[in-house]
């Protein structure tokens, strides 16, 4: 996706639509560049991952135990819940966020172009998709530094990304490491070079940044 963005090779290429980079890609046979420039990626570090292997190994029953037996017994067997209207919220919830998460390479690629680091390339910064998807809207960011795990400029401290929180909390106690990010130097020297001029988020204070996260709780909830 990030090597041949908007191309044919790009599985969900937004320049098919709006309704193929939110959920048609899914609902058809890849086109022919997918599979051929597909190949041609090194995975070799992936398929050697341990976790990626065990994931790869055991996804059924993975699936089984985290999309349905957790979150349809805990409601039951906690609050109460009957089987029936457990299990359908869980369906409830599972299509919210799978939106959510589409909404990545629909709106984010195709909405109002907002493109303070890269103006040349077409994923654009999102606040809607920001706050419905964690904070993953930071779109244009991550397409010119797809390498900073952050996937934003400010990390969780200073803007809504629990994304971010959620890997740094992990980072807390082992379980995630070799968090890489560019430095501020690198980031101001490209959006000088490839940037639009007015980049809003230089006048990112803390009171702006605290309403941020509010405003992200609120609309999440």
């Known amino acids: 996706h990030h090597r041949y963005s ?6 969900h290429n937004a320049k098919r639509g709006f309704f193929f980079a939110h959920m048609g890609w899914l609902m058809c046979r890849k086109h022919p560049e997918v599979t051929i420039k597909g190949k041609e990626i090194d995975m070799t570090d992936l398929l050697a991952d341990p976790v990626v292997r065990f994931q790869h190994k055991y996804y059924y029953p993975l699936v089984a135990l985290i999309w349905l037996i957790i979150p349809v017994s805990v409601p039951v067997l906690c609050f109460g819940e009957t089987w029936f209207d457990s299990f ?3 369906c409830f919830r599972y299509v ?26 077409n994923p654009r910064e999102s606040r809607t998709v920001t706050y419905l998807a964690l904070g993953e809207g930071y779109h244009n960011y991550h397409h010119t530094f797809p390498g900073d795990y952050s996937a934003s400029e400010y ?24 968090r890489r990010r560019p430095t501020e130097a690198v980031v101001k020297a ?4 490839t940037g639009e001029s007015d980049h809003k988020y230089n006048q990112l204070t803390r009171i702006s940044a605290i309403m941020d996260s509010i405003t992200g709780w609120a609309l999440y909830n």
């Open 6 to 11: 908007e191309t044919d090779a790009d599985p």
């Open 88 to 90: 359908l919220l869980n």
């Open 96 to 121: 919210i966020s799978l939106h959510q998460a589409w909404l990545v390479n629909s709106m984010a690629h195709i909405g109002p172009a907002y493109k303070p680091y890269d103006k040349y390339i």
């Open 155 to 178: 990390g969780w401290k200073d803007n809504w990304n629990i994304a971010t929180a959620f890997i740094d909390m992990f980072a807390c106690i082992g379980w995630a490491y070799d």
């Open 190 to 193: 490209r959006i000088t070079r």
